[in-house]
């Protein structure tokens, strides 16, 4: 994932569920799940609906994932292990309108998104949330995501948190050309 620049995933257990199968018949175990974020000024800006802009970057996020979805099951495959790469918001029942198997529960089981860190959250393991293991937790992440110690939270120390700062900024870092040695 490191080398795709994925900085959010997770790996999910689907031992319970029914998955799409491969070119045999099998279905799948496991799946990598992973979320790239949407440019924090784009999601303020739909306070209201969605707009045109929402819809562009929401259609450049999900041709990322496809291309990524295919160059990591290729260099799964390529390792000697079965992969299938499922289109983001690729609708292939038209009736109920869903795709071979949502995103959503693979990304859930992976601990990504607020239900996925359900678990983290509770503490004690119970299946609940108590007011003092959420109000503990949220506390510890106010004091984090307050960069700049004011007593709030705007929406780019929100992203920054998140996401880093270039990310945020919209300019991620390349990485420098290696240096060739030097001739003798």
Not at 19 to 37: K, N, R, V
Not at 42 to 71: H, K
Not at 87 to 102: E, M
């Amino acid at each position: 994932m490191d080398a795709q620049k994925i900085v959010l995933w997770g790996a999910a257990d689907l031992r319970d569920f029914s998955t799409p199968q491969d070119e045999t018949g099998h279905g799948f175990s496991f799946a990598l799940s992973w979320g790239i974020p949407m440019k924090p000024q784009i999601m303020v800006s739909i306070q209201d609906g969605p707009n045109q802009t929402y819809a562009e970057e929401y259609a450049r996020v999900n041709n990322r994932i496809n291309e990524l979805s295919g160059a990591i099951a290729a260099e799964i495959k390529g390792k000697g292990f079965r992969a299938k790469p499922l289109a983001a918001s690729d609708r292939t029942n038209a009736v109920n309108i869903r795709g071979d198997f949502p995103h959503k529960t693979a990304a859930t089981r992976a601990g990504l998104g607020w239900v996925g860190r359900f678990v983290d959250l509770d503490e004690n393991k119970d299946g609940k949330l108590s007011r003092d293991e959420y109000i503990s937790r949220m506390k510890a992440m106010a004091k984090i995501m307050d960069l700049d110690g004011d007593g709030v939270i705007t929406v780019e120390e929100y992203s920054i948190s998140w996401i880093g700062k270039e990310k945020a900024d919209g300019k991620e870092k390349k990485p420098a050309a290696e240096k060739s040695p030097a001739k003798k």
